[in-house]
Every structure is written in C-alpha cells, then in structure tokens.
C-alpha cells in the first residue's frame, strides 16, 4: 500500500514537472526572449521576497532587453508579455485600444472582496456605461466647485503650517497632505465634513495606508490571487483583508441613509449612484449595495493616497530647486495678482506650474507599470501573436526615466514640457488611452491649486530632515513611490 502511495505521489511530481517544462518553453518556442523562470514561481521570485517593488523588477528587465521590442516572462507559470517599444505601447494603449480596452481580469466570490467592484476593474460593456456615468463627477461645474471646496481647506491649510513653524518643526509633508486631500476627497465625493467625526476620518485614513502599504502577506496573496483568480473562487479566499470590506459597507450604508435627510445640490458620487436607483432605471443598470461600496472605496482610493503623495513630491522637489521654485513663484504672483482666491479658471492660466507637475509625476509614477488585458487576438508581427486573455505590462517608469526619450532623465528639469522634441505622449502617470484615469482632471486642479496656494505664502527649503535621494518603500504593491520616512521639508512665510 505504502509503495503504491509513493508511486501515486511521484507521479503526480513528474506529471507537474513536465507540465511546467512544457509551460516554461512557451516564449521560447516562439522565440521571444525574456529571464529564465524558476519552477512554480516563475520569475515571481524578486517580487514576492519583496526584495524589489514590481516596477523596480521590471526596470531591471527593461535596462537588460532595452534593444528588444518585448520580451516574455511568467507569473507562476502564466505567460505574461512585457512591451518595451514605444511605439507598440501606443498601439496598445491608444491605436488598437479595442484589442486592450479591459485591465487584468479580477473575479472573486468572496463578500469582502466587493470592494473590488469598482470602475478601475470592470471591463467591457459594463466598465464603459459606468465610465459615462461617472464623468458627470468631473465636468466643468463640478470642478469649478472643486476650487470652491479648496478655497477653505488651504486656509486651514496655512494654519496647520503655522502651527508647526510656531514650534519650530519642520513639516512631513505626506502626513499633512494625508489630512488634507482626506478632507478634500471625502467633501468632493460624498458631500461630508470628515472633522464632524473624527473616528471616521481617522479610520479612513487608516485604511488608505493599509491599502497603499499592505501587509507583506496582503502582497504576496493579491498576487496570488492576481495570477489565479479562478484558484481563489474554488478555495473561497479573499485576496483582501475582511476590514476593508466591513467599514465601507457601513460607511456606504451611511452616506445613503443621511443624505435622504440632507439636501445636497450637486452630482457627488452618492447623488449618481442614487439617480441609477430610481423607477424606471432597467433593472441591469442599477447599482445595488455591493457595486455601491465597490464604488465608494474605489474613488476614495483612487484619489485619495495618489494626490496626497503626488503633492508632497512636487514641494519637496520645490525644496531641492530654488531656481526652478523662483520661476514658479513669478507665474503664480502673475496669475493671482488682483484677485483673491485661486479657482479653476486662474489654474489654467499656470503652464509652468502644469510642466512642474508632469515633471515630478515623470520622475515618481504612481503607477510604475500598466496592465491590460487582451480581450481580442491581436497580430503583433509575423512572429508573435498576442492570444485573448493575456496580461500585457507596459513599463511607465523605466519610459520615463529612459535617456533616449527624457535627456539627462535623473533631473528635475521642468522646462522639458516646452521642449517639442520631448515624446510627451510617453508621459503615462495617469495611464494611456481609454481606461486613463477618470479623475486626471480633478487631481491636476487640486494639485495647481494647493501648490500655489503654498508657494504664494512659503518660501520652500530642505530642512535637516530632508532625505536627497528619496528611499522608496519596496513592501507597496500598487503605489511605489511613498517614501520609507516621509518628505520632510521646512517653510519660510514671505513678506509679501
């Protein structure tokens, strides 16, 4: 019996052996070049060490096949292809869209993992009526009424700064920003003042951390559940954590019973989400409760985290580079001169502070890489056809920081956007082509707006604090550019 046992048992070893061996000579019979998997984990093994951030594996993988249009790799034993080729990132992205038009597929079973439910992973005909829908949030009106919302969340702003000069600190700016743009999102999408419940605003701020730095076994099981999405229905595990889910349930629950008793007159998220409820509205174009909370949370995180950090990028760079911060401080006294606030439409008027922002957001992507998923068979070359279902990865922050496109790409040179040799279309920060972000907009007016509103009080310095260069925490998974110890900067009122 005991040799039958080990009979069965080495031949189920030698029936996965071969399975993989014939799984790993997929690229190669194809002759796409790529790194050398490992058995089980395919070229997994760097990224769930957590000995490099994804982008950062990627970057190495870009440096060494940079002559190469792209090459081949595996997430466990899924053939994934990374593109390096500009030009066919473009196609990708942009010129055949409609072959890439959906992100990875995430499919679940798990309750908590609703939160998931959410525009950024809905794909399809669905992905494009809620896009539609929620375009409404970022219209003219509504940003117009962005700079209204900001207009007294700066002055609180400046007395927050004040407050910490009074003591003689220097300022952390990712954990003021954390407080800020929380106050900001919160009023913008749901209509709310996060200070009239301080357990909320700080669970929601707990929260926006736990996501932007998870736990290393968050990590290494959203990977998981990534690769194998199926897997992870069949096994009934959540790829995240129960909490997630359990606030923003309650908290969507929340928004709606209070706003019956509120008269809110503006499309924020809630109102939209309440207008696909109504009579009349066909049954399969309502969000019910479990879309709603995928809704709630997606938004928040969407914009919450990746502003605030865009944010303090940009003012420590300001720090680092008098020049440049004397240049901005020009446009900005210009723009503003005569008038007393900053709004939507003196923002458009900032041309250097937007080459600023593209400069910064150039050097700390977000979102180091973009995926998507191929959703139509898609002939590349008379070599390589791309099958339906395969993950494409394109590398936004190896395209930025690549010499031959970004001269001298380790500097922080602003005037570049004035320069049209520079390849802005390369410029992914907030992805490419259809699945863009949806709120590129609204976080570019926050950002021109919070930054002059500084730059017109503060002279901006480094202080003894101020890391040069930035050390990146390599534990986060999907934003890869937060610092390990803050951005600490030190702020000098003007005399005006």
């Known amino acids: 019996m005991l040799g039958l046992i080990t009979s069965l048992v080495c031949l189920v070893f030698v029936a996965a052996y071969i399975f993989l061996k014939r799984r790993y000579s997929y690229w190669k019979k194809l002759g796409v070049p790529g790194p050398e998997p490992t058995m089980i984990i395919g070229n997994l093994k760097d990224l769930l060490s957590l000995k490099f951030s994804e982008p950062d594996m990627m970057h190495e993988w870009y440096k060494k096949y940079r002559n190469e249009p792209y090459i081949g790799y595996y997430k466990f034993w899924k053939p994934t292809l990374f593109v390096i080729d500009p030009e066919l990132v473009k196609a990708i992205t942009e010129t055949d869209c409609n072959h890439f038009i959906d992100r990875p597929t995430f499919i679940t079973s798990a309750e908590s993992d609703a939160v998931l439910d959410s525009l950024f992973n809905m794909s399809g005909a669905r992905w494009k009526a809620k896009r539609q829908l929620f375009a409404k949030l970022f219209n003219p009106k509504q940003l117009r009424e962005?700079?209204?919302?900001l207009e007294g969340l700066n002055d609180s702003l400046v007395n927050q700064f004040e407050e910490q000069r009074k003591l003689g600190n220097e300022v952390d700016m990712i954990v003021v920003m954390e407080r800020h743009i929380l106050k900001l999102i919160t009023a913008f999408l749901y209509s709310i003042d996060t200070s009239q419940n301080l357990d909320r605003q700080s669970?929601?701020?707990?929260?926006?951390?736990?996501?932007?730095?998870?736990?290393s076994s968050t990590v290494r099981k959203f990977i998981f559940y990534e690769v194998f999405p199926r897997l992870h229905i069949k096994l009934?595990?959540?790829?995240?954590?129960?909490f997630f889910w359990d606030f923003f349930s309650a908290f969507t629950n929340d928004l709606f019973s209070t706003r019956n008793n509120t008269k809110i007159d503006r499309d924020d998220l809630v109102t939209l989400i309440e207008k696909t409820q109504q009579e009349g509205i066909p049954e399969g174009d309502r969000i019910g409760h479990h879309e709603a909370v995928g809704h709630v949370f997606g938004f928040f995180i969407a914009g919450h985290h990746t502003t605030m950090t865009s944010v303090s990028h940009i003012i420590y760079q300001l720090s680092l580079h008098p020049q440049i911060q004397e240049k901005l401080?020009?446009?900005v006294d210009s723009v503003l001169k005569g008038k007393d606030t900053i709004n939507y439409d003196s923002t458009r008027e900032m041309n250097y502070l937007e080459a600023v922002i593209n400069e910064s957001l150039r050097l700390f992507p977000l979102l180091g890489v973009l995926k998507r998923g191929c959703t139509k068979t898609y002939k590349v070359n008379d070599?390589?056809?791309?099958?339906?279902?395969?993950?494409?990865?394109?590398?936004a922050r190896s395209l930025h920081t690549d010499p031959k496109y970004f001269p001298e790409p380790e500097k922080f040179i602003p005037e570049r956007f004035f320069d049209p040799e520079t390849p802005q279309a390369l410029l992914m920060s907030f992805g490419k082509g259809p699945r863009m972000c949806i709120g590129k907009r609204f976080a570019y007016i926050a950002m021109k707006i919070i930054i002059a509103k500084i730059i017109s009080e503060y002279i901006i310095l480094p202080g003894t604090k101020t890391r040069n260069p930035v050390v990146f925490d390599n534990s986060t998974y999907f934003i890869t550019v937060h610092p390990v110890d803050g951005l600490h900067i030190k702020l000098e009122k003007r005399i005006k």
């Not at 962005?146 to 919302?149: F, G, P």
């Not at 070599?383 to 590398?395: F, R």
């Open 203 to 215: 669970k929601l701020s707990e929260l926006s951390e736990n996501f932007a730095r998870p736990s």
């Open 236 to 242: 009934k595990r959540a790829a995240f954590p129960r």
């Open 329 to 331: 401080r020009t446009e």
């Open 383 to 395: 070599k390589l056809t791309i099958p339906k279902g395969m993950e494409v990865i394109l590398p």
């Open 146 to 149: 962005l700079s209204n919302l």
